[in-house]
């Protein structure tokens, strides 16, 4: 959030926050949501059978609205299967599922890297009892099995999973991105889709105009911009109960959230003025975008989606490594009616035409890094 702006409010409601106080210090200490945090520290120390290790990397995955949509049930300590929870769809803005599919990729790819790093092979047999349709179901996403494998080399972009952050502050506009630098990212996807990226020129402003446009659109969408609201967690209590949807943490945000100034209510009405630093902030995030990458499959099956999200993960630890920020932008590759014009206007920019879909757009650049996501604990996400 922009701390400036949020000043600016709580200034013209007449409340005062005494940021220097004395105690601030101990307030901004307990206000960290720890038990939430704890899976980014117990990541592969936890658990000493192969499929539990894996797995414990694997949900802090990259995932739409951080719904985790992924339920595991284990078969033995080296296969299980992985099926999606249909309570953590985003019917609104992914009426079909598509990002959803994408994060269940992204997991997929994070236990395949986690799992070769403790000297294992992942065996991954997509939809083992059918590719769903247009809706997912609850057949399995994906059968896994790891088998233990000497001569396996560990690939090196896992050691980087723990660092990887979705940054969605503005970015430095004084630091460039190279040419060089964005080969290297898009390098490491693979084949089975094409990835491409932009950091100067026409194409960038042209990117960072549309991905504002939509961002404000959907922001303006009441349907659309609701289910985001709805999955807001404000303040560390919210967020330790439910440690998924869209933390709003911290103890400048929490302040505000006490003031009165920061709640559900007001982030939907578009009179507050927390709704107005809402659009700004989609600003200061589109417009300062140095660069950009998409991936981009040739169809729009499961399976497709599926690569897609393995894919992105790949390029999002590549970026991490390079000591860059990332943040998708998927707005206007949405399928939902205020989001055509966009649809329509990225597919022409970014593909060949056809049926090549753009899955992931993701904005570049350099930023104040931040601290990671909250998470469920492996062990509320295992079923049977
Ligand atoms: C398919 C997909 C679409 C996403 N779209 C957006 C987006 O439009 N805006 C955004 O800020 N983050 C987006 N994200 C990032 C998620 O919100 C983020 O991964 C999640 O909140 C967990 O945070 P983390 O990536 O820092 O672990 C997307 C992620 C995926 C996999």
Request: proline share 5%; hydrophobic share 40%; with cysteine.
């Amino acid at each position: 959030m922009n701390r400036r702006k949020f000043l600016k409010i709580v200034g013209s409601s007449g409340v005062i926050v005494a940021a220097s106080s004395a105690g601030i210090g101990a307030f901004v200490f307990t206000r960290t949501p720890k038990s939430a945090l704890l899976p980014w520290e117990q990541a592969g120390s936890q658990y000493s059978d192969p499929m539990r290790k894996a797995l414990s990397y694997a949900i802090l995955a990259p995932n739409p609205h951080n719904r985790q949509p992924w339920v595991v049930d284990l078969i033995s300590s080296n296969e299980a299967v992985l099926t999606c929870d249909l309570q953590r769809l985003l019917p609104d803005t992914d009426p079909f599922s598509r990002q959803i599919t994408i994060g269940l990729g992204c997991f997929l790819e994070l236990f395949a890297l986690a799992a070769s790093h403790n000297g294992h092979r992942s065996q991954i047999t997509l939809f083992p009892k059918g590719e769903p349709g247009e809706q997912l179901n609850d057949k399995p996403i994906a059968h896994l099995k790891l088998i233990k494998d000497s001569q396996l080399k560990p690939d090196p972009l896992f050691v980087h999973a723990l660092n990887r952050r979705t940054n969605r502050n503005p970015y430095d506009m004084g630091r460039s991105i190279t040419q060089n630098q964005l080969s290297e990212i898009i390098r490491v996807a693979g084949s089975n889709v094409s990835a491409g990226g932009v950091v100067q020129g026409k194409q960038l402003q042209d990117l960072r105009d549309l991905t504002r446009d939509a961002l404000r659109d959907e922001i303006l969408d009441p349907q659309a911009f609701r289910e985001s609201v709805d999955l807001m967690r404000i303040g560390r209590a919210e967020i330790e109960a439910n440690p998924d949807g869209i933390s709003l943490g911290g103890a400048f945000l929490e302040t505000l959230s006490l003031v009165g100034v920061l709640n559900r209510k007001e982030l939907a009405d578009p009179s507050s003025s927390a709704f107005q630093v809402g659009l700004d902030m989609v600003d200061d995030q589109a417009l300062t975008s140095m660069g950009f990458v998409w991936i981009n499959t040739q169809g729009n099956g499961r399976r497709d989606q599926i690569a897609a999200g393995r894919n992105y993960l790949r390029v999002a630890l590549r970026v991490t490594s390079l000591g860059l920020a990332m943040q998708p932008m998927s707005q206007a590759l949405q399928e939902y009616a205020a989001m055509q014009i966009y649809y329509k206007k990225i597919h022409s920019m970014l593909t060949g035409g056809g049926e090549e879909r753009v899955q992931m757009l993701a904005r570049l650049g350099y930023a104040e890094t931040i601290s990671p996501s909250p998470r469920w604990a492996l062990i509320t996400r295992i079923g049977a």
